[in-house]
């Protein structure tokens, strides 16, 4: 099979929660509110996350429990926003974040059941999986007082466990994520240092000062919200469509396959990532899973997530813990993305990213200044193929497997790395009937390419 349904009878996994709690930092904090960028003001949603673990005898799913919270207590002190609150500052329109210590979510739960009843099924979207990283702690009904941040194990009766985050995206990017568990993984050992020194200071993206725009900005689309007292920042969210979940696979023969079909109109270029032959499969699927836009001279944008850490001047440290990202929009005909070569596609993906430059990023920045807009294109392709979770080395070992958890995003797929199996992994969301056509599409699309050269 190509793609990998949700597995009925594992929707429910037979969570019991045990107990909620809040954890601090383990040492006192300076209280001030923490500016947060204007990339930081969009994504106002959480991103959530399950890290499986195998049995191990020295560490008992209990034990670890008691660990990871020591762990998170002292790995707080240099995180401290983590455990602050989100709050709009009505004077000037924008969110920051109280870091008033008001602590982060952290949750004990277990299973009825066996990490081996679901093991080979992990790499399925099961939507069973929510119950492994909840978002909300029903012991705080208000939800200004919802942390930004909950964390959640959950063992499981062979002794195996897992790991949930459920984080506000204002808080990290996928690199900062990464960055922190590595952080929190060496809390937990025993006197071991940080793997590295957060880098917490938004303002090295704050907007120049008269803002300079000096390009157009396609991948965002202007609210021309007012600005000053009372006014509010730009909301990027989605709607409430009953989806369906799928993950298509796509295995090292088929990426080799690809990315020789992509070569016929690049062959200037050595490198060409199995990322852009990937989203140029996706990119081609969406575009002609909606049929109310396909006409041949209608134009289909996708949007690329760009990590800006090595693109502006002087480069941010690679452990910026903010949004240092940039949505990057590349735009071709329905016409194009049917009927020309793929290679072209793959093309604009590699030569889109191109453009970000530190003056384009600072300018990008600067128009978020002016006109409060929010990421404008048809599909969002994210890659987490070089965030490496999985690789994250804790006492009780790495994890066997991690994934995003489903969620209602259907503007926006995630690429990444299968642990199990080392094929690369595409998570979709997307109304019924529109996944039917993406399915046929994908695989076709497949077939081509290993049949076609």
Known sequence: MVALSPIPAFDDLKITFQNSSLVFPSQKIHKESMFLSNMDQIPNF?????????????????????????????????????????????????????????????????????????????????????QLAIQKLDSLPDEVDQPLCVFQVTSFKCGGFSMGM???????????????????????????????????????????????????????????????????????????????????????????????????????TTTISSFAVVAAVVWQCKAFSDNTKSEKDNISTMLNIIDIRPRVNPPLPSSYSGNAVLPLGVSATFEELENGLFSNVVGKILEGAKVATDEYVRSAFDWLEVHRGVPHGDYVVSSWLRLGFEQVRYPWGKPIYICPIVNDRKDTCWVFRDAIDGEIAVMVALPVEEMERFEGRFQSSLHEAMFSC
């Open 46 to 130: 959480n991103i959530t996350t399950a890290h499986f673990f195998m049995p191990n005898p020295d560490f008992p799913a209990e034990n670890v429990a008691k660990i990871l919270k020591i762990a998170l207590e002292k790995v707080l002190v240099h995180y401290d926003f983590m455990a602050g609150r989100l709050k709009l500052n009505h004077k000037i329109g924008r969110l920051e974040i109280d870091r008033n210590a008001a602590g982060v979510g952290f949750v004990v739960a277990s299973s009825e059941l066996l990490l081996d009843e679901i093991g080979k099924y992990l790499s399925h979207p099961n939507l069973g999986y929510r």
């Open 166 to 268: 459920s984080t506000s995206h204002i808080l990290f990017d996928g690199i900062g994520a990464k960055t922190f568990l590595e952080n929190l993984a060496s809390q937990a050992f025993n006197d071991k240092p940080l793997a590295s020194i957060p880098c917490n200071n938004r303002r090295l993206l704050d907007a120049r000062s008269p803002p300079c725009i000096a390009f157009p900005h396609p991948e965002f689309l202007g609210l021309n919200l007012p600005t000053g007292e009372g006014s509010c920042p730009p909301m990027f969210d989605c709607g409430q469509d009953e989806l369906d979940y799928k993950i298509f696979k796509l295995s090292a023969a088929k990426i080799a396959k690809l990315k020789e079909r992509a070569k016929v109109s690049n062959a200037k």
